[in-house]
């Protein structure tokens, strides 16, 4: 009897799962991998002899000082050593204001060895701004960074800066670089590429002017993946279109109409080989300088568009018009956002049966949406684009199509990257939620909204008492 | 207004920003079936109404920002009622018209409060409603200076412009 339980207490042991403190290094690692620095260093430091042991040794933290207490700032450094980090995130926001000075008289910068990833936001003091990027443009120090992000719309940021930001960019490591800065450092003061960087993902938050681009491409030679709100060509010359006196007689009505439709020709951007995935957030271009810019990438294997507000080119909605642009593609996705004219003569079952062609449907499986509201058209690939999603008011002139209406699973995932959701309730009607895919995937989906609700409670109510009234089979 | 769940999971929602009036009650319903909302964007004049209704909010809230970008609505917070009513802040920004309110806050939201920002009003708005008033008087931004400096060593603060900020623990 005592045999029989001895043995079934081994078998119990053997099947049980082990705990937190017997799981092996490797797999200890990899939680740690997933959980953040405040949580490594306030839960499970001096725990154990052995987990002091494992913290010490793992070398992948991920620093993250952005919307940190005080308290937790001190613990951390205190219990870290720079050349365990390979991730930073500095922010000296509203949040953390000072957090910079604080940082650098604890650390220095080139003792962070195996750092390959680094994020400034919101450094208004340009001498600790410079005295971190100065550690870094030293070819000998931190070899390993591949990733550096710079966000501060604010920043009057001066010489200095800029010679040393364009020193840190020419770092042999240095794989991915992104900017939100000034205006100007892309439009009227162009940041200055000095020599050829390896960089193969550039991101800069705003509008570049074309010939900021040419130089981008220039300088940069093996850029893969380029990601820019919108291009300017207010300084460029349309070589198609030099203005002879009869034309400049014309009315400013009939010159805009030839703009739309003609087609239009720059100098050449000097597209690279290496460039495939090109991002457009912003995009005011009208259809025609688009074509111009897609003939002269030819590599580009992924395209994302998205417009700008008040977007007015119709041409844009035009599927057919887009199927030679895009049909060596890989992945096209767009959302356009265009204002009707008054006098416009769309309509949407001839644009939404420009995107049900064998090229749209069979070929490349991209599917699209399309919402009217008054004279507002959305258009936009599946799964949507953006992380935010806007619930319009529906007017008496709603219209919805989609190409994706057999396609359930796409319709599921179909707002899985919304994150943020602005309800604007003052008008809102039932056949509206009715028809698009969106209310079905708040429901589905399991990642948490920032909803942003815009309430006017009474034409909500009416709203509310239509669907509960009438129909709750479609949520 | 709570029958919003039929369109929405609100067990998801975790940042919730109002722009518009919407009846004190079913804001309150609205924000009951929110049980794992972190951050709140509001005006001062949905404080006056929860004060009104005596509302409280017992869990602790990641950040409440009183909107600065609402110009129609950049009137102090009656800080006591305040206080009172959301007891468990962790991030806080909010107007301010005077050095005793501010004490207030870091005294009575002390438990979970990790930064603060005061927004105080400008020499010029405050010249302008005490034009008659006797001119030796400290302007409000010297007061508030004098009290940044009686602030404890540990806590990290900073005036700018019309920000104080303060970043506790």
Partial sequence: MGNKNHKLKKIRKFISPPTLDELPVEILYKILDELDVSTIFISLYHVCKRFDKILSSYNKYHLNFKNISLTNFNLICSRIHPEQVTELTLSDDDDNLGIIELFLSKFSFHTFTRLHSLTLIQINNEEFLNQILISIADRNSLVNLSSIKIINVDETYGDLFIEVIMTVLTKPSLRQVYFDLSYSRTTTNPLPWIEQCSIKQLTFRGICTVNFVRNTLICVPTLEIFKVDDFDFDEEIDLNHIPTHQEDDSSEEENYENQLTRKVQFASIESTNNLKSLTLNACSMSMSKLEWVLQEIITLKRFRLITAPLYDDESILDGYRWESLVSNMEKFQFVFSVNLSNDSKWDADTCIEKFQTPFWINEKQWFVTLEKYDDEIILYTLPYLNNFFVLKNESNLFEYRSTANENLLLKIQSMNNVHDLYIDASNMKKSQLEVTNFVYILFNSSIYFRIFLFLVFLMLQIYISMVNGQNQKHF | ?169
């Fill in chain 2, 1 to 169: 207004m709570t029958d919003i769940q039929t369109i929405l999971d609100l067990n998801n929602v975790e940042k919730l920003i109002r722009d518009e009036c919407v009846p004190t009650m079913d804001f309150i319903a609205l924000l009951n079936l929110m049980p794992n909302l972190q951050s709140i964007k509001t005006t001062t004049i949905l404080l006056d109404a929860l004060n009104a209704a005596k509302f409280c909010h017992t869990k602790c809230l990641r950040s409440f920002v009183i909107d600065p970008n609402c110009y129609d609505d950049q009137r102090p917070v009656n800080i006591e009622p305040f206080c009172a009513m959301f007891p468990r802040i962790e991030k806080l920004i909010i107007p301010v018209d005077n050095v005793d309110s501010c004490r207030y806050v870091l005294d009575q939201l002390n438990q979970d409060l990790i930064s603060v920002i005061f927004r105080i009003p400008s020499n010029d708005s405050v010249l302008i409603e005490s034009e008659n008033e006797n001119e030796d008087e400290n302007s409000t931004d010297d007061m508030f200076s004098e009290w940044i400096n009686e602030l404890p060593k540990q806590y990290r603060c900073q005036k700018k412009q019309q920000q104080i900020h303060i970043w506790i623990k």
